[in-house]
């Protein structure tokens, strides 16, 4: 499966931003998605996770500012990320999971500045 993320860029804190990301031509609706992102220098982390039902979670660090969303018609992950701050900083990348098989995305980098 190939993941395409996009919507990445560059912002000031407290600005917005939404990642999109897309598999053209698959049926993702089955799979657990999930957005991680990796800051320079440091491991690639869990940022938010929804289920096959719609179930969210999201790591504290981004609690009550990002949202995860899906559109299974168009089979696209969103991640609309509110209030950002420096610290949000990363290469942020999507995940499906379905039956023990993992699929990564490409990264798409995402810069806020102070």
């Known amino acids: 499966v190939q993941l395409q993320a996009s919507g990445g860029g560059s912002v000031q804190a407290g600005g917005s931003l939404r990642l999109s990301c897309a598999a053209p031509g698959r049926d993702l609706s089955g799979h657990v998605m999930a957005w991680f992102r990796q800051a320079p220098g440091k491991e690639r982390v869990y940022v938010a996770q929804i289920n096959a039902v719609g179930n969210v979670f999201y790591a504290d660090s981004v609690k009550g500012r990002f949202t995860i969303s899906r559109d299974n018609p168009h089979n696209i992950l969103y991640l609309e990320m509110r209030s950002l701050r420096p610290e949000d900083t990363a290469v942020y990348y999507c995940?499906?999971?379905?039956?023990?098989?993992?699929?990564w995305g490409k990264g798409t980098q995402v810069t806020v500045s102070s």
């Open positions: 995940n499906a999971v379905k039956f023990g098989s993992v699929y």
